[in-house]
């Protein structure tokens, strides 16, 4: 290092010092970097009702449709109707700015892969959501100025409650500490019908102490099936539990209706990985599984492997 | 166990039930099950009357010595981190059939049933996801700081770790908790009617240190968003008198780190503040001038009130008060037997003041003993001596806190609130033993 590079070096550093000398005042801690306008642009992703936050883009109802039948329909609906998912009726009837149903597609959904979509894209959703909800025309298009102009239904209604925000607000229900003769007659005006938890919830002695494990009298646990390792993971890993459960139909069909149908097929594990793969509809009824393309080759056969080993549902 | 006061009540399925095969109070068990008549109950009776041919004399009572008194036991370490013991597999969070479509978007309850004193083991504490549960690197996690601060400030976990903190016992209890009962009776235990609630010492950095280090806009900010970094980058308004006042950026719960279902490795922990504010995986706070509006605090997380409106922003828990034992699920036996009644109390405005217990359904009330310590905005225990006479007894608990508020009946919420609002159920609970000793959630 030459002279003139270390006395650079040397101004450089004492210019660091200064700079660095009334943030350091300030912050008596020394802990934590300040932040940049890129670290703070990459997560400030909030939208307030007034547009505060919506970021460059647009969106129309038309391109919307195609995201929304390829992205949301199989949960929510073709027509948002959806009672097996949120029904997206609550876009009209409960929410007040149209703000926040972009902020809320922007950053959770779609639910498998949250913030996947473009800007332009979550526009065109947001316009095609609400364009189903009746609440703007079909040729509608989403964009930093036109969606906090637009008008929602139920905005009037959502009320901020003063009672509850703060803790000497004013309770709206009061009681009073009677101690003595306070009701006349007391009778049970309502009870769980009978044969109701026995039919949704089983035995439910093994729900306190002293049964099942200590009493050795008690029902057994019923055991749980063999699994191949891996298989429960990767259903988690690629989001296939978003619509489908082990033992129950949630959007698609329960994973042991799935190693039922193919159990008796010789070709089912390369015909399953190729239906998983590409998708479709028919099989089980109308609403289409989207193609999957993100699963390795290798988590895919894991999967069919799990698959095949599950009970059948009798 | 055998050797008992006679005079003392059992409770069937409960703490006090740790009975063997061939022991005294197994058969009058049995009894009062096959009395009780239902198929399930006595079809496992009748297996049960078969096992005593088969069960070893009870050699681990005295005058005999069990074999734990004659083998040498485990090495020291052999569970590096403890767990519970084997017999108490069947202490564990539950999820309510039927209540979410996914496992994602879903809830697994406290077992509050089985719990004693006021702090919740870290395995059990209740579990609300939105958008699943993520495993984070704490190297890898940061909190962003932002909005009307003189500095923006990006902190790691070390950072915060070196941070001066504060420990602090709180309850945490979701708005949504009895939500199933605004209607009707609906779930058949206190795990399911109230177990979306836990209480645990909460270690972190006051969010006022945080705001004060990143020179906030003393004059401007009113409102500040805290974001999760979990895939439902869940979002909530926090008005700035709670952060100022007791909110903490926790990392730790009941002295070790956060579970990953409870926020791992920094959640917010916003004191009597409904559970979707005490954001998990924390990883922003934007201090602003406006409430948020966030999507959980517009189609969820608002009130629906009889005339169509909604309630926004309806932050504190009020004064709520409930018997976990005897509660639904469980059987007294021995009538005429010694019982105690014990519970929870709690309010998001300040401490409990009085608990009163009823066994005649409301009509007539006495208070109950209020174990110590007794915390601001945390679970408060409470006790009351009963002998059940053997005749049907209505059980409740109603609870005072230091405003003054006495916890409503259920027909008093209604009366203004409807049965439509999902969320803000704090009614008196009520706990029916029948005349078999059998404890059934009903309304009255």
Same mark, same amino acid.
């Given at each position: ?44 992703? #909030? ?86 909800? #009746? ?128 159990? #008796? ?50 | ?444």
């Amino acid at each position: 290092m030459s002279r003139s590079e270390r006395i650079v070096g040397a101004l450089a550093a004492i210019a660091l010092l200064v700079a660095a000398g009334p943030a350091a005042a300030q912050s008596k801690y020394h802990l934590g970097q300040k932040a940049t306008p890129e670290q703070i642009a990459g997560w400030d992703i #909030d939208v307030r009702p007034d547009g505060a936050g919506l970021p460059a883009g647009q969106g129309s109802v038309s391109q919307g449709n195609d995201i929304y039948d390829a992205q949301c329909a199989s949960c929510h609906g073709t027509f948002g109707e959806s009672n097996t998912y949120l029904a997206l009726t609550g876009v009209k009837t409960k929410l007040n700015y149209a703000t926040t149903l972009y902020d809320y597609i922007n950053r959770a959904m779609p639910f498998p892969h949250s913030k996947s979509l473009s800007a332009d894209e979550v526009y065109a959703v947001t316009a095609y959501v609400l364009n189903l909800s #009746d609440v703007v025309p079909a040729d509608f298009v989403a964009d930093r100025d036109s969606l906090p102009k637009v008008e929602m239904p139920y905005r009037d209604r959502v009320k901020p409650y003063s009672g509850l925000m703060s803790v000497d607000g004013k309770a709206d229900v009061q009681n009073t500490a009677c101690m003595q003769n306070c009701e006349k007659e007391v009778k049970v005006t309502a009870s769980l019908p009978a044969g109701f938890v026995e039919n949704l919830y089983g035995d439910i002695r093994d729900n306190f102490r002293g049964l099942a494990t200590m009493n050795k009298l008690a029902p057994p646990v019923t055991s749980a099936p063999v699994e191949v390792a891996g298989g429960l993971e990767l259903i988690q890993k690629h989001g296939c539990v978003v619509c489908h459960a082990v033992d129950k139909k949630i959007v698609g069909p329960a994973f042991r209706s799935v190693a039922d149908k193919y159990r #008796d097929n010789a070709d089912a594990r390369a015909q399953l990985i190729r239906k998983i793969r590409d998708g479709g509809s028919g099989a089980w009824g109308t609403v289409p599984m989207p193609p999957q393309t993100e699963p390795s080759d290798a988590d895919l056969a894991t999967v069919v492997e799990w698959l095949s080993t599950l009970p059948g549902e009798k | 166990m055998d050797q008992q006061d006679p005079k003392r009540g059992r409770v069937l399925p409960a703490p006090e039930n740790f009975l063997d095969p061939a022991g005294k109070s197994r058969r009058r068990a049995l009894g009062g099950l096959l009395t009780g008549g239902a198929a399930l109950l006595a079809a496992n009776s009748l297996r049960a009357a078969e096992v005593p041919a088969g069960t070893p004399a009870p050699t681990r009572f005295p005058p005999g010595v069990p074999p734990w008194s004659q083998t040498l036991g485990k090495p020291v370490g052999a569970n590096p981190y403890g767990v519970p013991a084997t017999f108490e597999g069947n202490i564990i969070r539950r999820s309510s059939p039927g209540l979410t479509t996914t496992t994602q978007s879903s809830v697994a309850f406290t077992p509050l049933q089985n719990l004693f004193g006021i702090i919740t083991p870290n395995g059990l504490h209740f579990e609300r996801n939105h958008n699943g549960r993520p495993d984070i690197d704490p190297y890898q996690h940061r909190l962003l700081l932002h909005g009307l601060v003189r500095e923006p400030k990006l902190y790691t976990m070390e950072d915060l770790l070196r941070l001066p903190s504060v420990s602090r016992i709180h309850f945490v209890e979701c708005g949504a908790n009895s939500a199933m009962e605004w209607a009707n009776p609906s779930v058949p235990t206190v795990q399911y009617t109230h177990g979306m609630l836990g209480c645990s010492e909460w270690t972190g950095v006051l969010l006022s240190t945080l705001l004060e280090d990143a020179g906030f806009d003393e004059k401007k900010a009113k409102y500040l968003l805290a974001e999760g970094a979990d895939a439902a980058g869940l979002t909530r308004t926090i008005p700035i008198g709670f952060a100022l006042d007791d909110v903490i950026v926790a990392y730790g719960q009941n002295g070790e780190m956060l579970r990953p279902e409870q926020g791992y490795p920094l959640r917010l922990l916003v004191p009597g503040v409904q559970g979707i504010s005490n954001v998990k995986w924390l990883r922003r706070i934007k201090v602003g001038d406006q409430p948020f509006n966030t999507r959980e605090e517009t189609l969820q997380y608002s009130d629906l009130m009889p005339d169509g409106s909604s309630r926004q922003y309806t932050w504190i828990q009020e004064a709520k008060s409930v018997i976990t034992s005897p509660s639904g699920g469980q059987q007294l036996l021995d009538k005429g037997g010694y019982f105690e009644i014990t519970g929870l109390a709690w309010s998001g405005r300040g401490h409990i003041k009085r608990v009163d217990i009823s066994t005649d359904g409301g009509k007539n009330w006495r208070a109950a003993k209020l174990q110590t310590p007794v915390l601001e905005k945390a679970l408060t225990r409470f006790r009351a001596d009963w002998t059940w006479d053997g005749s049907p007894a209505l059980l409740q608990s109603r609870c005072i806190d230091s405003t003054g508020y006495v916890q409503p009946k259920m027909r008093q919420l209604r009366e203004v609130r409807g049965t439509a609002s999902i969320y803000h159920n704090n009614a008196i609970q009520t706990w029916l033993v029948d005349a078999e000793g059998k404890v059934h959630n009903v309304e009255v």
